[in-house]
């Protein structure tokens, strides 16, 4: 995740809204899934009751009819037609009995009694096989004597006899919207017995395929995009299959689904309040400085440092720069940030590691130019840098290169002195930076026993106004003369202020009017127009 920080951090307003509506839409799907759910427990609640009521149906229906076929006469005698009202009698789910003669012709009922004329019945609509291995012909939708052919039953006929279901009883179970009731003839087809009529004719024949049938199915289907329940009846020959089109489950949930959209909405909204401070942190810089502070972003500039009146390079300033995507910044606004941060020496250790991994790998061996390196006053200590110029130098160590270990006069000199004084002595150089900005006398300045002393550039942006801060550049060369200190003037811009240092006895120089900050690449170029390599001055 702490990769993409910056990322995100670039844009807040942006990425919050982003992260914000995803939130918000998944909240909407997980609620709308909630309610997907409980409408498919629904669905199976209803198959379910449904299944055993036509479990019902069908057990009574086949009972009657065996006992029928094995153990009554089939004639239209007055004795034999009250043993029938008695089946009937004891029957939840039927209403009447047929007897058919020899010729297969419906002669007599047990509401009719015996029929004027016999009747010979349509052809069925589909015939099945009980477990038993009985032929049932099953009427679905058969026109009734009794009401004079006005009102439709489910006739379901074997042997000799047939029984009329109740109409009521088929009102009861087609009365379940989105219901759709098939049967599987005996030659192994679906054959549709009631279907709602809000159903698409297309879905329907899609749901006479085989594979709705031979195993049970029940969930969401994307294609037709409603919800599917398709379970045999066991024991039975039926097939019970529910289709709830994805148009109606909207329509039956409206007001959940508003609430669930505000709801959603307003958790995105609380998202976004809480992201948008959140990216808003992430993009300052310091909470991003710790992964930035790597080779990968680290830029070294380097500045050099000339002989005052023959302009001749005696060495260089390494100068930091810290790419943040597409922007470089400068010291000023990162340092802050690194020393709230606690990155003193994560900072010190990159810039030194590659500086001297650049310089190293471009100048000649034979090269002795002063690099300057600029450092935290609380990382100046003996074992830390002496370890870590050793590990840099280490893939080049033939190389002539002198280290000068810069430190400004504000720092606490105390224990500085004793660290420098252990620098000095391994052959490192030391100079103090920004002189003049501080409070340091003679003294303090023989305590830390300088190498170079280097003028702050606000007293030679201040000479050609003759201000009393100029005047003191002559006191400056005077303390490094009493301490043997060699003198840097920093800021050079102009050809008058170096012929005025040069009077005022400064050594060195450094500034504009020499050379900007540069990369290696154009370092190395200045260098060799310069003249300087592979020897220069030396300070």
Known sequence: ??????????????????????????????????????????????????????????????????????????????????????????????????????????????????????????????????????????????????????????????????????????????????????????????????????????????????????????????????????????????????????????????????????????????????????????GELDHRIAGLLNARNILCLYQPIVEMRSGKPVGCEVLMRLRDGDDVLTPDRVLPVVARCGLWWTLDEAVVRQGLGELCARLPVSSDLKISFNFFPGNIQYQRLTGLFGSALAPYPHHALRLDIEVTEQSEQGALAVELAGLRRAGYQVSIDDFGTGYSNLSSVKALAPDTLKIDKSFVFEMEDASVRSSLIPEIVGIARAVGARVVAEGIENEAQRERLIAFGVDYGQGYLFARPMAIDAFMAWLEQAGALPRAGRP
């Not at 919050?16 to 997907?36: E, K, P, Q, S, Y």
């Open 1 to 282: 995740m702490t990769r993409y920080r910056p990322r995100l951090a670039r844009r807040p307003r942006l990425h919050a809204f982003i992260v914000a509506g995803v939130g918000a839409g998944l909240g909407l799907l997980a609620f709308v899934l909630f309610l997907a759910r409980g409408q498919l427990q629904n669905i199976d609640e209803t198959q379910w009751s449904l299944s055993r009521k036509i479990q019902g149906l069908t057990n009574d229906t086949r009972n009657v009819l065996r006992r029928l076929n094995e153990h009554h006469a089939p004639d239209c005698s007055d004795a034999n037609l009250r043993l029938l009202r008695q089946e009937i009698f004891h029957s939840t789910h039927l209403g009447d009995l047929g007897v058919f003669d020899e010729q297969q012709r419906l002669v007599c009922t047990t509401v009719m009694g015996v029929l004027p004329r016999p009747v010979r019945l349509p052809p069925p609509d589909a015939i099945v096989r009980t477990p038993q291995g009985e032929e049932h012909a099953l009427y679905f939708n058969l026109p009734l004597l009794v009401a004079e052919m006005r009102v439709r039953a489910m006739v379901v006929r074997s042997g000799r006899y047939n029984v009329v279901v109740i109409p009521l009883v088929l009102e009861e179970l087609y009365a379940v919207e989105e219901g759709t009731l098939r049967v599987q003839r005996i030659d192994g087809g679906l054959q549709l017995a009631h279907a709602d009529p809000a159903t698409p004719p297309a879905l329907l024949e899609r749901l006479a395929q085989a594979q709705w049938f031979e195993q049970s199915w029940h969930g969401y289907s994307w294609r037709d995009r409603a919800f599917v329940s398709s379970r045999r009846i066991e024991g039975t020959p039926y097939v019970s299959q529910f289709v709830l089109l994805q148009t109606r489950f909207v329509q039956d949930h409206a007001q959940q689904l508003a609430l669930g959209l505000v709801l959603s909405l307003l958790a995105g909204a609380l998202l976004y309040a809480a992201l948008l401070p959140m990216l808003r942190r992430w």
